[in-house]
């Protein structure tokens, strides 16, 4: 069975159970990281020298990086829906997960940190709103994309959605930030709340992480 190291509530190790979730396949999830320890357990750090999570295991295979991941169970599990036999769309798919973690991961989550896991009373004003800045830039180029679209790669549900997707749930909900108007986004939003695969491993109370810098 595959299986996945990684505490629930990492980011990360999110975005690569949405896609285990979409898949249907079943699945075991090992609590690893944060409040779990066991990232510098040598036998993990075989898995994984990053000492970080997730880590997949699936057949022999033993995967690290969430992306791959993302794409490996998409390719694997759901060639036809959560990926594309057409290698235009597959660019597309591709496209849309890299622009995610090369240009709108870095801000959102380090908005995140100085937002909401860092004290009120040390929480730097300024550097905040540059980044909130610097994120609504990105938040703007997906308001754009999806103007008359319900997804962002065919009009359909793909895994182009999941890295970018994954970051809605704590920048909606962490109230804590001014927000621009972003209709289009906030449907793509209420689109994704719907699915159970969304619902089960993104929209996780995170409140646990609060003011809290130390991992
Ligand atoms: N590029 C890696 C980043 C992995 C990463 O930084 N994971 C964080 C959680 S989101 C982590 O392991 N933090 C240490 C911890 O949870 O204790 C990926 O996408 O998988």
New binding site residues.
Partial sequence: MLKIW??AS????Q?AMWAVGETGAPFERIDL??KFGG?DDPGYVAKNP?R???TLEDDGLVL????AIVRYLAAKYSPENLWSQSEAERALIDQWMEWTVSTLYPDFITLFWLVFRTPIADRNLPRIASINEAANKSYAILEEHLEGRDYLVGNRFTAADIPAGMTLYRYFEMKEIEIPSLPNVRNWYQRLCERPAYQAHVMLDFEELRGRLD?
């Fill in positions: 990684g505490r990492a980011v990360n190790v975005k990281g944060g990232l990053n970080r999570v997730p690290y990086e969430s992306g991992f």
